[in-house]
Nanobody, 127 residues
Framework: QVQLVESGGGLVQAGGSLRLSCAASGRTFSMFSMGWFHQAPGKEREFVAAISWSGRNTYYADSVKGRFTISRDNAKNTVYLQMNNLKPEDTAVYYC????????????????????WGQGTQVTVSS
């Protein structure tokens, strides 16, 4: 079993920045490809970004390219989402997710199956 705990959410003005963290425990962290998703009120959960086991490969939703950066520190069992130039439409609950893989370079995209999910952290961007 794997536990994922997100942190770093909060209230920020448009144009501001936040860094989300997702700490994993319970299993070897480096065996997971990791992803971030978000869900706004009344909407379905959407893919934001993903990173491979090795950390060398990343994948972003078009809406966040150039503004968000996903990274990971396997020594700390933590994945990060640096969010810059935030917009009101980024307001949502942000979830991290883990996908078991033995392929160090594989990135799991929006339609791939993720095995574990965190509880989410709220991000609110005011205009």
């Amino acid at each position: 079993q794997v536990q994922l705990v997100e942190s770093g959410g909060g209230l920020v003005q448009a144009g501001g920045s936040l860094r989300l963290s997702c700490a994993a425990s319970g299993r070897t962290f480096s065996m997971f490809s990791m992803g971030w998703f978000h869900q706004a009120p009344g909407k379905e959960r959407e893919f934001v970004a993903a990173i491979s086991w090795s950390g060398r490969n990343t994948y972003y939703a078009d809406s966040v390219k150039g503004r968000f950066t996903i990274s990971r520190d396997n020594a700390k069992n933590t994945v990060y989402l640096q969010m810059n130039n935030l917009k009101p439409e980024d307001t949502a609950v942000y979830y991290c997710a883990a996908a078991i893989t033995y392929n160090t370079g594989r990135v799991f995209g929006p339609t791939d199956e993720y095995n574990y999910w965190g509880q989410g952290t709220q991000v609110t961007v005011s205009s």
